[in-house]
C-alpha cells in the first residue's frame, strides 16, 4: 500500500519560507502523479501545486511565483517551497498521490499524507 508523511510545518512570520516535504513509500514512484492542497478551518481542501509523472508543474493562482514544488532524484519526495509567505497561506498542507492524473480534482487522489499545520502570523 501506499504511504504518504508530510513535514517540515510549522510557525514563520509574513515573508518568510518553509519548505514542506512528504516522504513516499509503497509503490513505484515513477508512475505517480502528485500533488500538495491545503485546507484552512472552515474551508474546502484546495489545490496549492501539482506535478505530474513527467515531473511538469502545475501552481495555483495563489501560489505561483512563490511556491515551488519538485521531487528528489530517487522520487520518494515531494517537496514544497514555500517563499513570502503570508497570513492567508495558514492552512493544513496535504500531499496526495495517485497513479491517474488528478489535476486539482482532488477526488481523484487515493492517496493522503496526514496534513502538516502552517502558520504565518
Known amino acids: 500500500d501506499v504511504q504518504l508523511v508530510e513535514s517540515g510545518g510549522g510557525s514563520v512570520q509574513a515573508g518568510g519560507s518553509l519548505r514542506l516535504s512528504c516522504t513516499a513509500s509503497?509503490?513505484?514512484?515513477?508512475?505517480?502523479?502528485f500533488a500538495w492542497f491545503h485546507q484552512a478551518p472552515g474551508k474546502e481542501r484546495g489545490g496549492v501545486a501539482v506535478?505530474?509523472?513527467?515531473?511538469?508543474?502545475m501552481y495555483a493562482d495563489f501560489s505561483k511565483g512563490r511556491f515551488t514544488i519538485s521531487k528528489d532524484k530517487a522520487g520518494d519526495t515531494l517537496y514544497l517551497q514555500m517563499n513570502n509567505l503570508q497570513p492567508e497561506d495558514s492552512a493544513v498542507y496535504y500531499c496526495?498521490?495517485?497513479?491517474?492524473?488528478?489535476?486539482?480534482?482532488?477526488?481523484?487522489?487515493?492517496?493522503w499524507g496526514q496534513g502538516t499545520q502552517v502558520t504565518v502570523s
Open positions: 496526495a498521490a495517485d497513479k491517474s492524473y488528478g489535476g486539482w480534482q482532488k477526488g481523484i487522489y487515493r492517496y
Open positions: 509503497g509503490y513505484a514512484y515513477a508512475a505517480y502523479d
Open positions: 506535478l505530474d509523472s513527467d515531473n511538469k508543474p
